[in-house]
């Protein structure tokens, strides 16, 4: 083939590949237009008074198209496929507990998108805000309101490839004072202090205002620890234990165990530990479930799998009885309250 | 952007029915000053590559997490055994490239970068992690496969005097890819919110035309710049004690190369010369922290605000950029194995300053971070156009295969070490024991490339004990 020959296929190929990306990039931008306009069939959403401390409401992450898109709505508690009151308050991950609100969100720079921790009043109103390094995975309040954790995932730019590592930060509202890294706090496995650099902590659950639990990974085992704020210490208590979730009455921790499937990579059942006996039981969902749990009562797992519109939540018995079932569509990171 | 110099002097690496094509070109003058089309191809092919591949890099934890919910924190988890493989598919990737004499580098180059390109429409069509595992998997066997038969095309369409500026350029031309990568994917989720399909199909299409790039561009069979010599195909001469002799020479047998296609691994590290270079690379590597770690211990010590830290590796990357063509060029006035270990005495200062107490914040990073980039500058490119100087040119994709996989498994086994140190003894300890091991193993390197003669001799041997 000749040079020019050469040319003129090359030229001929960038036109053609040139239109399939304007073509897509085009068809996305008219999506994300559509986007904001509601789809047939699905739930009403209207923009309203959204407060945070109503407990005849659910909250959550709207992910239906229309122009209510990402903000956090309320339901009616005992229908959360009913009506849907758009807050305005626009959040990746979103949770809330007497009144206190975690917001993680990204901000839209000129060259990339930065992450912000928002915290909110039961008006939805911000607080204080602090910006964060990495994409916003977990976020929960103490039952008291008092304490908010929340864990992003960093991974360095183009040279740390696939490898994400987790930050970890607790935060007093009432003095403001912010633990930006969990790792800094005293981690205690079997008896003996360990400092190795690989540890990763993530998805914080609350007991009260200090006390809590979290997963601490390091040397490709995970951890279920105790962690204490005042005296900046956590402790393990069981290993392979992720995301962990303690019940209303503290007496049980519902969490995804890696367990060994035909497919390492979908590795994760949403199991329940007794934390008293230390006794795990497997729920009805054995599906991949790779998030965070949240308790409806007592007795009810909330938890999110992928779905048409990025995500649904399901809901199983925590006593191991019963089948998974479709509670809500299109919603993410629900917050009960009490 | 080195277009401007290149009708100033010879070569033979384009196919023959280039030379007429190419204005300006005299073959025979001034050796070493131009750089072939060749290796702007191939440079050409990374950098639109690398806009593709760290365009999907970029976006990937904002999809999984905001998009589709999930974490990707088990990718952290399966990234060893990416890496693994992907040095093990190296091996491999040399290896069958070299067949038929190396005709067979452009071939395998083609399925490794066209395998990855498969692997961005595979992302709009799979959904969970588990499948999103697999497609990355997928894409780096492309990406272990291409590297070594695209290394030896580099090194064979340079002339010898001038590999290690062409080997900066074509890391240069790379690193500026992957620097405009996450600003496209940016650009396209601004016009098109939660666009990841745009982004993906973008980077599909950017990929192919790499591909076709290479396809259409680099000549099947990279003749060597030493006139021709390689054209009869090669020609099996008995091995001599090739080891021995200085770069040069080996350079100046050209086709002659004395040892066969199908030499395995053993054979190749036979040769004295390849041996003390993989010996050299193994030893520094065990010394050279990972990036991660790197970033980690000058976030710590210094107690960056965590919003810096993914600044890091832009701060590396830039200056990788800026001193990759300038080095390279040393590299071949200088000698490419005394820059390699000048890369390395740059490495140690940044620990050096790493370990100064107290030290102001923002000086101590940049003088850190301008000094990983010079070592990345003054080593990356450099190895590979010293390999090159040490390997026959019919094994040249398994030699340069070799010296790299040993280098990343040692890098592998230092982090492991460096991680286990800083576990038992602290961070202080830690970075001390790798800036001494690193200074031990530069010091034992300098001796050991110190026997083999260094081309072009510009500077007295005595010189090179500094």
Request: glycine share 10%.
């Given at each position: 083939m000749s040079r020019t020959a050469r040319l003129l296929v090359l030229l001929a190929t960038v036109l053609v590949l040139g239109g399939v990306a304007v073509g897509a990039t085009l068809h996305a931008a008219g999506r994300a237009a559509q986007k904001d306009r509601s789809q047939a069939g699905g739930p009403a959403v209207a923009p309203g008074s959204v407060r945070l401390d109503d407990p005849r409401h659910t909250l959550f992450r709207n992910m239906a198209w229309g122009p209510h898109r990402d903000e956090i709505t309320?339901?009616?508690?005992?229908?959360?496929?009913?009506?849907?009151?758009?807050?305005?308050?626009?959040?990746?991950?979103?949770?809330?507990a007497s009144g206190t609100g975690i917001c993680l969100r990204a901000v839209h720079g000129k060259l990339r998108d930065t992450y912000r921790a928002v915290l909110l009043d039961r008006r939805l109103r911000e607080l204080r805000h602090y910006d964060v390094a990495g994409t916003p995975t977990r976020a929960r309040v103490s039952p008291?309101?008092?304490?908010?954790?929340?864990?992003?995932?960093?991974?360095?730019?183009?040279?740390?490839?696939?490898?994400?590592?987790?930050?970890?930060?607790?935060?007093?509202?009432?003095?403001?004072?912010?633990?930006?890294?969990?790792?800094?706090?005293?981690?205690?496995?079997?008896?003996?202090?360990?400092?190795?650099?690989?540890?990763?902590?993530?998805?914080?659950?609350?007991?009260?205002?200090?006390?809590?639990?979290?997963?601490a990974a390091t040397g490709g085992k995970t951890y279920l620890v105790r962690g204490d704020r005042a005296a900046r210490t956590l402790t393990a208590l069981h290993?392979?234990?992720?995301?962990?979730?303690?019940?209303?009455?503290?007496?049980?921790?519902?969490?995804?165990?890696?367990?060994?499937?035909?497919?390492?990579?979908?590795?994760?059942?949403?199991?329940?530990?007794?934390?008293?006996?230390?006794?795990?039981?497997?729920?009805?969902?054995?599906?991949?479930?790779?998030?965070?749990?949240?308790?409806?009562?007592?007795?009810?797992?909330?938890?999110?799998?992928?779905?048409?519109?990025?995500?649904?939540?399901?809901?199983?018995?925590?006593?191991?009885?019963?089948?998974?079932?479709?509670?809500?569509?299109?919603?993410?990171?629900?917050?009960?309250?009490? | 952007m080195y277009l401007a110099d290149r009708g100033s002097a010879a070569s033979t690496s384009a196919a023959p029915g280039d030379r007429r094509a190419v204005p300006g070109r005299r073959p025979g003058?001034?050796?070493g000053s131009a750089l072939p089309s060749t290796v702007l191809v191939l440079g050409t092919v990374s950098l639109i590559t690398d806009i593709s591949s760290e365009m999907v890099t970029a976006v990937l934890p904002l999809y999984l997490v905001a998009e589709l919910g999930l974490s990707p924190l088990g990718f952290g988890v399966l990234d060893g055994v990416y890496n693994g493989v992907s040095a093990l598919v190296r091996l491999v990737g040399g290896r069958l490239s070299d067949r038929g004499g190396g005709s067979g580098h452009k071939a395998v180059a083609v399925v490794g970068y066209a395998l990855s390109a498969l692997c961005k429409p595979l992302l709009l069509m799979v959904h969970s992690l588990p499948l999103i595992g697999a497609v990355l998997a997928v894409d780096r066997t492309g990406k272990g496969l291409r590297t070594a038969p695209r290394d030896a095309m580099i090194s064979l369409a340079a002339e010898p005097g001038a590999r290690g500026r062409a080997f900066g350029v074509h890391r240069a031309m790379d690193t500026a890819g992957a620097l405009c990568g996450p600003l496209v994917a940016f650009v396209l989720l601004r016009a098109a919110a939660d666009g990841y399909d745009a982004v993906f199909t973008v980077s599909f299409c950017v990929a192919v035309v790499g591909v076709v790039v290479l396809l259409l561009f680099v000549p099947r069979r990279a003749t060597t710049a030493t006139e021709g010599i390689v054209a009869a195909g090669p020609a099996v001469v008995a091995e001599d004690a090739a080891g021995v002799k200085p770069a040069a020479a080996v350079e100046d047998?050209?086709?002659?190369?004395?040892?066969?296609?199908?030499?395995?691994?053993?054979?190749?590290?036979?040769?004295?010369?390849?041996?003390?270079?993989?010996?050299?690379?193994?030893?520094?590597?065990?010394?050279?922290?990972?990036?991660?770690?790197?970033?980690?211990?000058?976030?710590?010590?210094?107690?960056?605000?965590?919003?810096?830290?993914?600044?890091?590796?832009?701060?590396?990357?830039?200056?990788?950029?800026?001193?990759?063509?300038?080095?390279?060029?040393?590299?071949?006035?200088?000698?490419?194995?005394?820059?390699?270990?000048?890369?390395?005495?740059?490495?140690?200062c940044a620990y050096g300053l790493l370990l100064v107490p107290s030290a102001g914040g923002a000086a101590v990073v940049c003088g850190v971070l301008a000094l990983h980039g010079s070592f990345y500058a003054a080593t990356d490119g450099v190895l590979a156009a010293a390999t090159a100087d040490a390997?026959?040119?019919?094994?040249?994709?398994?030699?340069?295969?070799?010296?790299?996989?040993?280098?990343?498994?040692?890098?592998?086994?230092?982090?492991?070490?460096?991680?286990?140190?800083?576990?038992?003894?602290?961070?202080?300890?830690?970075?001390l024991a790798a800036a001494v091991g690193l200074a031990l193993a530069a010091a034992v390197s300098a001796r050991l490339l110190r026997r083999v003669g260094t081309p072009p001799p510009l500077a007295s041997p005595s010189e090179q004990a500094s």
């Open positions: 309320a339901v009616p508690a005992g229908r959360l496929s009913g009506p849907r009151t758009a807050s305005g308050v626009r959040c990746l991950r979103f949770h809330e008291g309101g008092h304490t908010v954790a929340w864990t992003v995932f960093v991974s360095g730019d183009s040279y740390a490839g696939t490898a994400f590592s987790t930050r970890t930060s607790l935060l007093d509202t009432r003095t403001w004072r912010l633990d930006a890294n969990l790792e800094t706090y005293a981690l205690t496995v079997d008896g003996h202090p360990v400092h190795a650099v690989d540890i990763n902590i993530w998805g914080v659950t609350f007991a009260d205002d200090n006390r809590f639990y979290a997963t290993t392979n234990v992720e995301c962990p979730s303690l019940s209303p009455d503290g007496t049980r921790i519902a969490y995804k165990k890696r367990v060994n499937v035909a497919d390492p990579d979908a590795p994760w059942r949403l199991y329940v530990l007794d934390l008293h006996t230390l006794h795990e039981t497997a729920t009805g969902e054995h599906r991949n479930v790779d998030d965070q749990a949240v308790w409806r009562d007592d007795r009810t797992l909330v938890y999110s799998l992928p779905g048409d519109f990025g995500s649904d939540l399901w809901t199983v018995p925590a006593d191991g009885t019963g089948t998974p079932r479709r509670l809500v569509t299109a919603a993410l990171a629900p917050a009960f309250p009490r | 003058r001034r050796a047998t050209g086709g002659r190369a004395p040892a066969g296609p199908r030499t395995p691994v053993r054979a190749l590290l036979g040769r004295a010369e390849v041996r003390r270079l993989t010996g050299c690379a193994v030893l520094l590597g065990l010394t050279t922290l990972s990036d991660s770690f790197l970033y980690l211990t000058l976030q710590r010590r210094l107690d960056l605000p965590g919003a810096w830290f993914p600044l890091l590796p832009l701060g590396t990357a830039a200056v990788f950029l800026l001193l990759a063509v300038p080095l390279g060029a040393v590299a071949d006035r200088i000698g490419r194995r005394r820059l390699f270990l000048a890369g390395h005495l740059a490495l140690l390997v026959p040119e019919d094994v040249r994709g398994s030699g340069l295969a070799v010296v790299q996989t040993g280098q990343t498994a040692a890098r592998f086994v230092c982090s492991i070490a460096f991680g286990t140190v800083w576990t038992a003894w602290g961070d202080d300890t830690a970075v």
